[in-house]
């Protein structure tokens, strides 16, 4: 008997009257090679109860999660894209800066000296704030 499973096939073999389950690479698959689709079709590597499902996203969303005194907020990788997103969490604004159509994601407090800042994507990987005109990296530098 053999069970599939994302990368890996589990295999069942009796030895000697007793049934041993080992896992073993299925070549054909490569983790993360559509692994969304397969979760989205709810192919689940592992028992799910189907009543627990979150509805509100595909089961296989890939999403950024940023906490702040303890609020959280989940932003969906392909709704964002690539560019900015300026948002609040709990009390704090905050800033997701995407670039590679939201493959490389990164988060930021937008509050400088006091003053809350709001973020374009400029079009070539630099994002500026609207309030000072200063272009920042990818990594939040000035």
Avoid at 70 to 91: K, R
Avoid at 107 to 126: H, I
Wanted: charged share 25%; net charge negative.
């Amino acid at each position: 008997m053999e069970i599939a499973s994302p990368g890996h096939t589990i295999a069942h073999r009796r030895r000697g009257g007793t049934g041993n389950l080992f896992a073993r690479p299925s070549y054909g698959n490569r983790i993360g090679s559509g692994y969304q689709e397969i979760v989205n079709d709810e192919q689940f590597a592992f028992p799910v109860d189907k009543e627990k499902l979150d509805g509100r996203l595909p089961a296989g969303e890939m999403v950024l999660t940023v906490e702040t005194d303890g609020a959280m907020t989940a932003f969906p990788l392909t709704a964002i894209g690539e560019g900015a997103v300026n948002a609040e969490v709990g009390s704090e604004v905050v800033v997701v800066f995407t670039e590679a159509g939201g493959l490389s994601v990164a988060a930021f407090s937008r509050t400088l000296d006091g003053q809350a800042l709001s973020f374009d994507l400029q079009g070539d990987g630099r994002f500026t704030d609207r309030e000072t005109g200063s272009t920042w990296d990818f990594a939040g530098r000035a």
